[in-house]
């Protein structure tokens, strides 16, 4: 019986152990999707790998363009933001130019 009891917490625990750890990953790339989904209609990946900004950088840039007619709502510009200031932040090295 206990066995049973056992495989039963198991099987109900376990997509909650998965979940958590997708939940962890999320953020990231819900940013990033975000910013290709939501940012990349009116402006090219030039524009951000040269802003250099950390996070609050970022999400006050966002709000500008909020402000320019940007339609998010706040936890997707902070997801933004928060993705931009960790792949694109002043700390990160630039990426090489292509040759």
């Given at each position: 019986m206990r066995v049973w009891r056992v495989a039963?917490?198991?099987l109900a625990c376990g997509p909650l152990s998965w979940v958590a750890g997708a939940a962890a990953q999320e953020p990231a790339?819900?940013?990033k999707a975000l910013v290709a989904s939501k940012?990349?209609?009116c402006h090219t990946d030039s524009?951000?790998?040269?802003?250099?900004q950390d996070r609050r950088g970022w999400e006050a840039t966002i709000y500008r363009m909020v402000g320019r007619g940007g339609l998010w709502t706040p936890d997707e510009i902070k997801s933004?933001?928060?993705y931009l200031g960790d792949a694109l932040?002043?700390?990160v090295?630039?990426?090489a130019a292509g040759k």
């Open positions: 039963l917490l198991a790339d819900a940013g940012c990349f209609q524009m951000f790998r040269d802003g250099r933004m933001a928060a932040g002043p700390d090295k630039p990426a």
